[in-house]
């Protein structure tokens, strides 16, 4: 918590899996947050004051956080869903900054911050990671792209809800940051949850497979934070769900197509976290890609039902 935070007020658009969880954040520091969320009573629930209209987030409030699932949402949000329906754009006030916490497009993240600088407003795009667990403690990391002034204005917002935060460079440096963390994470979730499978079919001791692992050159945040969970049957549910995962790398491919760079490893998460959705894994934490590659392999899982990592699926 930092102490310039308490009795600030602040607009929160987006009040779900993360957004939620960092508005618990924000409301625990002493913030006072007035959300906005098109489900009925999930301000309420994550304890903000509720927005009745979307306008309202702008009313008083000096930094307006968005929390979506991707560019579109933005956009709709910022600019209005319809030609008939109002967005941020006609509601926010010189001054007032934006910060775009979702994983959004870095060329849209430009376009809408060209069009909020002519009003006078400040928009960040502000990328996240660290996924469900590092937002519950306020343990997340945030790659910040847009003018130095405005972060250091809106640096206070941060402070309930982030461990780490690095300033990128102009807009849409943050989003752009995000996209290549998150293509990284998709390639070693998906390439780790297959070896483990292989391993199992191996008839490996899995907790000793990953000790090799993360002591040798095949080590990532998915073999040192993830499986030694999972082997023991807990996914740490919560977090990016498969559809998720999918759509961030898709993502990245755009991304890096607009850049002139080819993108030669992006089959590999594209399919696994594919089969997973297809498989009935969509909506649930892309680490249970496992049990999807697992299936995939005859019925493989990772532990027995007795929490066991030992031994042989077949």
């Known amino acids: 918590m930092t102490e310039s935070a308490a009795g600030r007020l602040v607009g929160f658009v987006g009040l779900g899996n993360m957004g939620g969880r960092m508005t618990r954040r924000l409301v625990a520091a002493g913030v006072r947050v007035v959300g906005y969320d098109v489900r009925a009573g999930q301000a309420e629930s994550v304890g903000a004051a509720p927005a009745p209209a979307l306008g309202d987030v702008c009313a008083g409030t000096e930094v307006v956080l968005l929390s979506l699932p991707d560019s579109r949402a933005v956009e709709a949000v910022v600019f209005g869903a319809r030609p008939e329906s109002d967005g941020l754009l006609d509601f926010a006030r010189p001054g007032q900054v934006i910060i775009d916490l979702s994983t959004s497009a870095p060329s849209?993240?430009?376009?809408?911050?060209?069009?909020?600088?002519?009003?006078?407003?400040?928009?960040?795009?502000?990328?996240?990671?660290?996924?469900?667990?590092?937002a519950e403690k306020g343990t997340l990391t945030i790659m910040v792209g847009g003018s130095a002034s405005a972060l250091e204005s809106a640096r206070w917002v941060f402070g309930p809800i982030a461990a780490k935060i690095v300033a990128m460079g102009d807009s849409g440096a943050g989003h752009s940051t995000k996209l290549l963390n998150n293509f990284l994470n998709a390639v070693t979730l998906a390439a780790t949850a297959e070896v483990m499978v292989a391993a199992r079919k191996a008839g490996l001791d899995l907790a000793a497979v990953l000790d090799v692992i993360n002591s040798s050159s095949g080590v990532s945040y998915a073999s040192t934070n993830r499986f030694p969970h999972i082997i023991k049957g807990d996914y740490?549910?919560?977090?990016?769900?498969?559809?998720l995962m999918t759509k961030d790398v898709v993502a990245y491919v755009d991304h890096v197509r607009e850049l002139g760079v080819p993108c030669l490893n992006a089959a590999g998460p594209l399919a696994s976290f594919g089969a997973a959705a297809n498989l009935g894994y969509g909506e649930v934490i892309s680490n249970r890609v496992v049990d999807a590659i697992g299936d995939?392999?005859?019925?493989?899982?990772?532990?027995?039902?007795?929490?066991?990592?030992?031994?042989?699926?077949?």
């Open 108 to 134: 849209s993240t430009q376009r809408i911050h060209a069009a909020l600088a002519e009003r006078g407003v400040e928009y960040l795009d502000a990328g996240i990671s660290g996924g469900a667990a590092a």
């Open 236 to 243: 740490l549910e919560g977090g990016l769900t498969s559809n």
């Open 296 to 314: 995939l392999a005859g019925g493989v899982r990772l532990y027995d039902t007795d929490g066991s990592a030992e031994g042989n699926a077949q």
